[in-house]
């Protein structure tokens, strides 16, 4: 029986605005790779209760599904998406909290990775790119109190545990060239 290469999972975790979604997008087109995020099911939830998808709404469903249904909520349901997917790479862009770990650490082939980039240049990309409702006047005061919401204050302590990271205060094709060099490292 030929032997079946472990799925390759990579989770990201890095300050809003990082380039967590940049580093997905890159894998899908260069590695055929699937994103699951953990931010889909809140802005599914959102959708459906025509709401906005602000950063605000977003954290406080999350912290409230997770109060109600259990910290691990979130990590099971993203797990699970994990173990259905056909393709050899996922990538999960947005890894917060501790408790997202509890499922995803016990996969074959899960992989924590830090995107480190300065704060005056994840504000700059994040009036820029627009991702939600509240983004595109952000000041940099409620930039900085972005930073400091429950489910992003936590994301500098769990970085402290990644074994791989990736710099990017440079430009697109330093990143990539990161990215190349540790999936040919991690495979």
């Known amino acids: 029986m030929p032997h079946q290469q472990t799925k390759l999972i990579l989770g990201l975790v890095g300050e ?3 380039g967590k979604d940049t580093v997905a997008a ?3 087109k260069n590695y055929q790779s699937e994103t699951v995020s953990f931010s889909q099911p809140l802005r599914d939830i959102l959708n459906r209760l025509y709401l906005p998808q602000t950063r605000k709404n ?4 999350g912290i409230g599904l997770r109060q109600t249904f259990g910290q691990d909520l979130l990590s099971k349901v993203i797990a699970n998406e994990v173990k259905n997917s056909k393709k050899k790479i996922v990538c999960l862009p947005n890894v917060r909290l501790a408790s997202d770990l509890i499922y995803l650490k016990k996969l ?6 830090r995107i480190d980039t300065e704060q005056k ?3 700059q990309r994040l ?3 627009s991702q939600n409702a509240d983004d595109k006047n952000k000041s940099w005061p409620e930039f900085l109190r972005d930073l400091r919401r429950p489910t992003e204050i936590k994301i500098r302590q769990l970085a402290k545990k990644t074994r791989y990271r990736l710099d990017n205060n440079g ?8 990215v190349d060099e540790l999936i040919k490292k991690l495979k």
Do not use: D, V
């Open 16 to 18: 809003i605005a990082s």
């Open 58 to 61: 977003m954290s406080e469903l």
């Open 121 to 123: 240049t994840c504000f």
């Open 171 to 178: 430009n697109f094709s330093q990143l990539y060239r990161q």
């Open 108 to 113: 074959p082939g899960f992989y924590l990775i």
């Open 127 to 129: 009036i820029k790119r």
């Open 26 to 28: 890159y894998l899908k």
